[in-house]
């Protein structure tokens, strides 16, 4: 007899699901708001430079947490294993949270040759600067580490997303998903200023 599935439980979240999901949520918030203070200055307007900032800071608290040492100089690309095995994570998350809303991106649809008018108008290091810092206080406040707060940051780019794609359509999803990429990409893969210590 074929097995009825239709007995079977349903997976239920546990409550440390959703109070961790509740924590993700909130870190959201936080951060986009922390964009928003910044979109007209830091950011210029910018809906491109915004999805680059979401992703470079994923990327680099995942950086972070592959404990590199803290001898090379800010800005290097660092080649490893371990950062092509850990990016993509993060465009898992991506991906999975926009396929939950209907929105399907696959890897196919993902073209890295970045036109120039779409490329982002400030450099990581910039960004890293401002905001760096303020982001990581916020994991910490939610009781996220660094790979945490990578995932976290990687919901941050699905919401950036949403709102400038799909909210107020200035931008394509497919560049906007190619964005989001090479964002986590070379924020896995360069070397961030140092953290102010915290206070």
Known sequence: MPEDISKKPVHQPSEADVEIAKRRQQAVVEVLRLFEQHFQTTLESHP??????AAWLAGT??????????????????????????????????????????????????DYRIPTKNQPRK?????????QDQYNEIMRKHGFGYFEGAVTGAA??????????????????????AIVAMGFIEGTKTTPIPLKPAA
């Open 123 to 131: 450099t990581i290091l910039q960004i890293q600067e401002v905001f």
């Open 61 to 110: 608290s995942l950086y972070r947490s592959l404990g590199y040492e803290q001898s090379i100089a800010p800005g290097t690309v660092v080649l490893s294993e371990k950062a092509n095995q850990q990016w993509p994570k993060l465009m898992n998350v991506f991906v999975f949270i926009l396929g939950h809303d209907g929105i399907n991106i696959t890897p196919g649809d993902l």
């Open 156 to 177: 941050v780019c699905v919401f950036a997303f949403k709102f400038h794609c799909i909210l107020n359509k200035q931008l394509d999803q497919k560049l906007a998903a």
């Open 48 to 53: 491109e430079t915004v999805l680059y900032a």
